[in-house]
């Protein structure tokens, strides 16, 4: 859940294709990916519930819907330090809040004080509701010294989270403090006080190894980005001014297309890294599911027979983005830990639905690409992960 929308520059009508080289501080730290799943139908209800609060559809609180129990979530999260105490919290570019408490108790420290305000965001996969205060915020070397924080008395859908830091538009924030219009997010705030130069975060996410669920194998880079992890230069897209998408990440996506078969053309979506799967729009699964004979199994992933050949291929301007079968299926060593069985074959790809945003690139597009969300220039980059 993200930003509000932002100008585009004219310059960047087109896609850019440099790195960014920001004059002030930037800061790298690692984020660890945590696999708590309740079971891969729960995941996928989970993230059905979140697009739906996008689009504005009221939904049934998933944490409702009973079932076999085997872990929670696929997150990538970071230790936070708030106010002398440190918690974990999910790296979100879908949402902008930062809060805490789910877990473990969360309130002003010495350097802190409360505002009264009460605070409270629904996110369609879970929610959170309590008080807001101010308080010392601090993350791989950068401090922010007052910051907005929920204080969670209530939350549901955080199981082994302590809550969330939102680095998503910062239009996200309104109406969900009271008395506020909106409030700055940890970046916005890192950026007034001069700590960065450039309101950019990059992001390097990677997938998990053999049957491991809890690795540190992400990395944030606040304030610019990090050459290490990808190859080549990173393209740039602006982000799109109208639409539901345009209040998040928003992309425009030139095509999507299964080999030489085209499944979608002329449509956006978001890029968010709290959403786990690729979600992709109604007519478009249901090409998928022709070109590869794969069907929607019960538990919402897509399973097929045979394993697809054939290159999964996301263009953006003019640049395509390909995923290989090896990366866009479930591998088998993690069958096990959502419930699948041996002998078939999963995606990590599922239907979006028909209105509103309808596709989303979720962490596994973004565990082979490294992104980059440029707040300060409107726009988005993606280039080859190393």
């Not at 953006?316 to 002998?343: E, I, W």
């Amino acid at each position: 859940m993200l930003f509000s929308s932002l100008a585009v520059v004219a310059a960047a009508s087109a896609a850019l294709a440099s790195p960014v080289k920001p004059s002030g501080k930037t800061v790298t730290l690692p984020v660890k990916r945590v696999s708590n799943v309740k079971s891969a139908k729960n995941l996928v209800q989970k993230e059905r519930a979140r697009l739906d609060k996008i689009n504005g559809v009221k939904t049934v609180n998933v944490d409702a819907v009973s079932g076999p129990v085997t872990n929670e979530l696929i997150t990538y999260v970071a230790e936070v330090t708030i106010g002398g105490s440190t918690y974990d919290l999910i790296v979100d570019t879908g949402s902008s809040n930062t809060w805490c408490g789910a877990q473990n108790r969360c309130e002003p420290s010495s350097t802190g004080r409360s505002t009264g305000a009460s605070v409270s965001v629904p996110y369609g996969s879970g929610s959170f509701s309590g008080t807001e205060y101010i308080d010392t915020v601090s993350f791989g070397g950068l401090t922010v010294s007052k910051q907005s924080i929920g204080a969670a008395s209530e939350s549901t859908g955080f199981d082994g989270v302590d809550g969330i830091i939102g680095f998503g538009p910062v239009g996200l924030t309104q109406q969900t403090v009271d008395g506020a219009s909106q409030v700055p997010t940890f970046t916005n705030n890192l950026l007034s006080q001069g700590s960065i130069s450039t309101e950019v975060l990059g992001v390097s996410f990677r997938p998990e190894s053999g049957s491991d669920t809890d690795d540190t194998n992400g990395e944030l880079t606040i304030g610019g980005t990090d050459s290490s992890k990808f190859s080549g230069s990173i393209t740039y897209f602006p982000t799109v001014t109208s639409g539901t998408a345009a209040r998040y990440w928003g992309i425009s996506i030139a095509s999507v297309s299964y080999g030489s078969t085209t499944l979608a053309s002329s449509t956006s979506g978001i890029v968010d890294t709290g959403t786990t799967l690729i979600y992709i729009a109604t007519p478009a699964y249901n090409k998928f599911l022709s070109a590869t004979g794969g069907s929607l199994d019960r538990s919402g992933f897509t399973i097929f027979n045979s394993k697809p050949t054939s290159n999964i291929n996301i263009k953006f301007g003019s640049t395509t983005f390909s995923l290989t079968p090896a990366q866009y299926l479930v591998p088998t060593s993690q069958y096990s830990n959502l419930g699948f069985r041996q002998g078939k074959f999963y995606a990590w790809i599922s239907d979006g639905g028909t209105t509103g945003v309808t596709t989303v690139i979720g962490q596994k597009f973004l565990e082979n690409y490294y992104s980059v969300f440029d707040t300060t220039n409107s726009r988005i980059g993606f280039a080859t992960a190393k």
